[in-house]
């Protein structure tokens, strides 16, 4: 089998900058972490207080099927702030 040829050159064909380039490590902010966790939560209890006792309460028997708008509503803003989580 006939081996490839080696060519050595003194210079890179391309010169790659190696300079190491420093990522902030600050993340997401705490508050931000909070806000969105806080979304989520909501939205399951209230979705879990309507099944479970959504006719004893007033409000939510007045509500009606918007509960469930309601309550994935809150759980798809947390999910959507998501995305800006780093």
Known sequence: MPKA???K???PTSAANRTPVKISSSGTPMW???IMFGFMLAGLL???V???A???ISFMRELGPWNYG???GLFIMGLLMTMGWR
């Open 70 to 72: 309601i309550g994935f």
């Open 46 to 48: 209230w979705l879990v």
């Open 5 to 7: 040829k080696v060519t």
């Open 9 to 11: 050159t003194a210079t």
């Open 54 to 56: 959504g006719q004893d």
């Open 50 to 52: 309507n099944y479970l």
């Open 32 to 34: 931000y972490k909070i």
